[in-house]
């Protein structure tokens, strides 16, 4: 340490110092060499191999206590400082936490990298062993037309893909055991069901919910313990899709106009009769604050259990739920597969079948997709189900990324009053453009709704939608 030169250099060869820094870092050294050369002195070694033997003898790593050496080191500068103390206690005490509320992981590294949140999220293009945010933007203008007037709303999030923002993390601890942590809200300033035409645009700036609070361990041969806010084992069971339009067109075909209302024919007047209302997917049981467990991976497929209560809502009954999903996807392949069906019992009372399916020719870029559910409701006449199809072609046409064309179309009965029909026929596109590590899709589609039950006569309803969704 040369202390008259411009520059100094700590021990470890990590960047300059400044002249003060050196200076303190010098007395720390000094206090610990005064104290260690009067032993030195006194043993008289005169060679190499005496002064070793000396040091040996009399113990001289025992001149020095823990508490003193760290003394040293604060007397040279090291001293933490108060927000490196803070972190220093909030990792062992994060870390408590997920291993406290945590259950499941994958095999290996590798498998790690493989599993089903990874695959998920591979979109984004990172090392997903790390702690990490992401997230994404998604809103587009709608036009609805009820047969007697249109509206347009020039702000609307989209609810098929809605805005959100989350936090994660996922790490192999050993060769058999990794965790993951996940927190996950939405914001929906501008969310397709605080919109109609008889209130007109409806914008809440506090539209804020969580989707998602909830950890995991996975154990190589146990399966996955899941613990806290997130999808029920159903979730999604009537939404499986692989043909690229997802972000504006899915088997719950309401989500786009869900809540703007049919006209009666030949009146002036709406009806009380909602899209959302009368086209749905009866897709499980959603989020919920539940008890997840999905057992091993075998040949592609995997059984699910959840029971939870919906403790963002008003009703804490206990529901629960199982389903069964099954996933093929070799690179040999010329099939991209994957197929979910489930049984659950909303308010624990109900009960639901809820099952999809999506095959992929990666060839030609065509996809086949097929949907379905049927709901007895305990106490009520009504047992509404539905069926859903949909064709997808999905070429690389520009090297921008992948473009997506669908068209599908979907048959309801009973989801208002006993005998209702609910048809809808959709087209939809989407332009998909790569980013570095984010992701821009452009997306439109037009939609028809027919709606018809034994109490009046309606007019036949459009809506188009044209938006953006940005991921990071």
């Known amino acids: 340490m040369l202390i008259n030169e411009r520059w100094y250099y700590s021990p470890d ?47 001289f790593c025992e001149l020095f206590s823990d508490e003193e050496c760290y003394n040293y080191f604060k007397a040279a500068g090291y001293e933490a400082n108060k927000m490196q103390q803070a972190l220093v206690r909030a990792i062992p005490i994060a870390a408590g936490v997920i291993v406290a509320f945590s259950f499941a992981a994958p095999t290996s590294a590798q498998s790690l990298r493989e599993s089903w949140f990874m695959r998920e999220h591979k979109i984004f293009g990172r090392n997903r062993d790390e702690p990490y945010f992401y997230g994404q933007l998604s809103a587009g203008v709608m036009n609805y037309d009820d047969g007697q007037s249109t509206e347009v709303v020039p702000f609307v999030d989209n609810d098929d893909s809605s805005s959100r923002v989350g936090f994660a993390y996922e790490g192999q601890w050993t060769d058999e055991l990794a965790a993951f942590f996940n927190v996950e809200v939405e914001w929906q300033p501008g969310a397709v069901d605080l919109l109609d035409r008889d209130n007109g645009p409806s914008v809440d700036w506090d539209g804020f919910q969580l989707r998602k609070l909830e950890v995991r361990f996975e154990l190589s041969g146990f399966g996955r313990l899941w613990i806290g806010q997130g999808s029920m084992a159903s979730d999604g069971s009537s939404e499986v899709d692989h043909s690229g339009s997802t972000v504006i067109a899915t088997s719950d075909v309401g989500d786009p106009a869900s809540q703007q209302l049919f006209a009666f024919s030949g009146m002036p007047d709406l009806s009380d009769v909602r899209v959302g209302k009368t086209f749905r997917n009866l897709d499980g049981l959603g989020r ?37 999903r099954f996933a093929r996807n070799e690179d040999e392949a010329n099939f991209k597969i994957y197929t979910a069906i489930a049984y659950s019992r909303p308010g624990g009372v109900d009960d639901r079948i809820s099952a999809s399916a999506s095959a992929l020719h990666k060839p030609s870029a065509l996809s086949l997709t097929l949907a379905g559910g049927y709901s007895r409701n305990a106490g009520n006449p009504r047992d509404p189900y539905f069926f859903f199809g949909k064709i997808g072609y999905s070429p690389e046409l520009t090297a921008i990324g992948q473009t997506s064309f669908a068209l599908d179309v979907y048959l309801g009965r009973d989801f208002n009053t006993i005998g209702s029909e609910s048809m809808s026929v959709g087209i939809a596109a989407v332009q998909n453009i790569r980013i570095s590590h984010n992701t821009l899709d452009i997306y439109g589609a037009v939609r028809s709704y027919a709606y018809d039950d034994s109490a009046a006569s309606y007019e036949d309803a459009l809506a188009v939608v044209v938006g953006a969704r940005w991921r990071f």
């Open 288 to 324: 919920r604050a539940r008890i997840r467990y999905d057992t091993p991976e075998w040949h592609g497929f995997r059984l699910q259990g959840s029971a939870g209560v919906n403790a963002l809502g008003r009703d804490n009954d206990i529901e629960w739920d199982v389903g069964a």
């Open 13 to 59: 060869l990590t960047p300059p110092l400044s002249r003060m820094q050196a200076c303190a870092a010098g007395r720390g050294i000094e206090m610990a060499f005064a104290k260690l050369k009067a032993p030195i002195r006194k043993a008289a070694a005169r060679s190499y191999d005496a002064l070793w033997q000396a040091v040996g003898a009399n113990f």
